[in-house]
């Protein structure tokens, strides 16, 4: 099962929504728990709630793909042992030196430099504001030692359409390329 987290601001309509089809498409049965509108204020209190509220459905082997807060509410639940395969974070608003929990085999994490709202996601953990564990990892990607947590920076990927921006992975014609990576990479039907 894979378990597609979005992020905040982006509910009732979220272009994360359009990875759903592919990852159907693939075969692939997944779970979009819809948790609203939060505001990033919120996620210091709101996170631990929805943590708590989705850690029973996630199984053996499962695998956690999040935008933005979806990071932060996967790596939570990773932290508290959530038996996953893997985890995909895309443009995280997540700390850059997480530590893979072992319970977790890998974390593919997608970023590039101009997700300018990452950096906005430091700023507001350094000040106490939102969830402890945001940072710019969608901005600076992973930058701890681990080498189960490649990065996969959108902005020189060969080959592939240059994303630029927090959610411009989602745009519908640059996600009809990254979709079909991010499966063939990491995802098996």
């Not at 995909?88 to 319970?103: H, M, Q």
């Not at 940072?135 to 592939?160: S, V």
Request: aromatic content about 8%; hydrophobic content about 45%.
């Amino acid at each position: 099962m894979i378990h597609l987290i979005h992020g905040i601001h982006t509910e009732p309509t979220s272009q994360v929504k359009g990875l759903v089809g592919y990852l159907l498409e693939a075969g692939l049965e997944v779970a979009y728990p819809d948790y609203g509108y939060e505001l990033a204020l919120q996620t210091r209190v709101v996170n631990s709630m929805l943590v708590g509220a989705m850690l029973p459905y996630v199984k053996q082997g499962d695998i956690l793909i999040g935008h933005s807060n979806g990071c932060a509410i996967a790596y939570h639940l990773m932290l508290l042992g959530a038996p996953v395969e893997g985890a995909i974070f895309i443009n995280g608003a997540l700390e850059t030196d997480i530590i893979r929990p072992g319970t977790c085999k890998w974390i593919d994490v997608y970023s590039n430099a101009g997700d300018t709202l990452t950096e906005a996601a430091m700023l507001g953990q350094r000040l106490h504001l939102v969830d402890p564990v945001w940072g710019e990892l969608g901005h600076m990607g992973y930058t701890g030692k681990d080498p189960l947590i490649p990065n996969l920076f959108c902005d020189k990927t060969a080959a592939m359409p240059v994303v630029s921006g927090h959610s411009d992975f989602f745009t519908p014609v640059k996600l009809k390329a990254w979709a079909p990576f991010l499966i063939k990479r990491r995802l098996k039907a």
